[in-house]
């Protein structure tokens, strides 16, 4: 006699968990489910699963540091590991760290069940097969229709999101590499600092889209090369309420994206803009995203001056904690520091 295949599912988000149990068991899986790895080392001391499904975004542990020790704890060092993310980046940190398979959110439990059912083994007994389980056929056609369904979603976003990037890039004033390492940078940068937002996929579209406002200021301004009197000033400044609200009908957007547009200019200190919000009243998302586009704001040319140094510019950034920047942002920032200088001088790593 065989043993039923087991799964154990990390992910602190109850209803996606519950999502996988239903799909997993009706294909004959029995489900453990965890929400923090706390309550993953507890189930593991009780059994070995024969797959986990992994959530890179965990409370507390994040989910890369934990996948390591998983990999270097020979009771579960074997184990086929699938890890789950919003963000490309947090799954390329998997892959590196030892997960067999990555899967971006949102996806379909059922794209799931046929990422991991090949991994493990089938261990049923042969009488068993067929009595009240879903037929092969009958489950990957309805894996194929499911994942054609969320591709067909995925594409009808991007492509609005594509139409708002090409009218920015149309500015012709830089942005649109700006957008593109800067990007890069606050991935990575919240991958360190709080790797769970990366769950929320509008966020990576926010730091694309950041300054997707300034459609609405004239040339005169956005490319003036001496000082902005006040009123220009303030004309600049409302691309930030602006971006939002060009934004604010888009479901893909709708989320942690559309704060970064809204508060990424806004200070610790509260000093910033639009709305003079300070320390954590400032979204977890824009406090991170402000400390790159200030490091590249400083490092790259602009109209109005020349780049200074990345030496430099980190030092600026380091002084101005506690001022303009969140401190344990800056904190995570410097232990990735290295990350974000290689992106910087190897930009063929950013995708286009």
């Not at 303009?324 to 232990?335: C, K, L």
């Not at 974000?340 to 930009?347: A, S, V």
């Amino acid at each position: 006699m065989g043993r039923t295949r087991r799964v154990l599912v990390i992910d602190d988000d109850e209803l996606l968990c519950e999502l996988i149990r239903t799909t997993f068991e009706l294909e004959g899986f029995e489900v453990a489910t965890a929400r923090d790895v706390i309550e993953a080392e507890r189930a593991l001391t009780k059994t070995r699963p024969d797959a986990i499904l992994l959530d890179i975004g965990l409370p507390g542990i994040d989910g890369v540091f934990y996948l390591e020790r998983l990999r270097e704890t020979p009771h579960t060092s074997k184990i086929p590991i699938v890890a789950i993310s919003g963000s490309e980046e947090a799954g390329r940190a998997a892959s590196a760290a030892g997960a067999q398979a990555f899967l971006r959110k949102p996806f379909s439990p059922l794209e799931l069940l046929g990422l991991v059912a090949p991994m493990v083994k089938r261990v049923v007994p042969e009488a068993d097969e067929g009595s009240g389980v879903v037929d092969v056929a009958d489950l990957n056609r309805l894996i194929e229709i499911g994942r054609r369904q969320h591709e067909l979603l995925t594409e009808a976003y991007t492509q609005t999101v594509a139409v708002l990037a090409s009218a920015l890039e149309s500015r012709d004033f830089g942005t649109s590499r700006h957008s593109r390492r800067v990007t890069a940078y606050a991935t990575r940068l919240t991958l360190e600092v709080a790797p769970s937002l990366l769950d929320d996929p509008s966020l990576e579209w926010g730091f694309l889209l950041h300054d997707v406002g300034k459609i609405g200021v004239p040339d005169e301004i956005l490319l003036k090369t001496g000082p902005l009197t006040a009123r220009e000033r303030c004309r600049m400044e409302k691309h930030a309420e602006l971006g939002e609200r060009l934004l604010a009908h888009i479901p893909l957007l709708n989320k942690e994206g559309a704060r970064v547009v809204r508060s990424h200019h806004e200070r610790w200190d509260g000093n910033g803009y639009p709305d003079r919000l300070s320390e954590e009243s400032i979204p977890l998302g824009a406090r991170i995203f402000a400390v790159v586009d200030s490091l590249d704001a400083m490092t790259d040319k602009r109209p109005y001056r020349e780049p200074i140094s990345w030496d430099e510019a980190t030092a600026e950034i380091h002084r101005c904690a506690g001022s303009q920047f969140d401190p344990d942002v800056v904190d995570g920032f410097e232990a990735c520091e290295p990350d974000l200088y290689r992106l910087h001088t190897k930009p063929e790593e950013i995708a286009a």
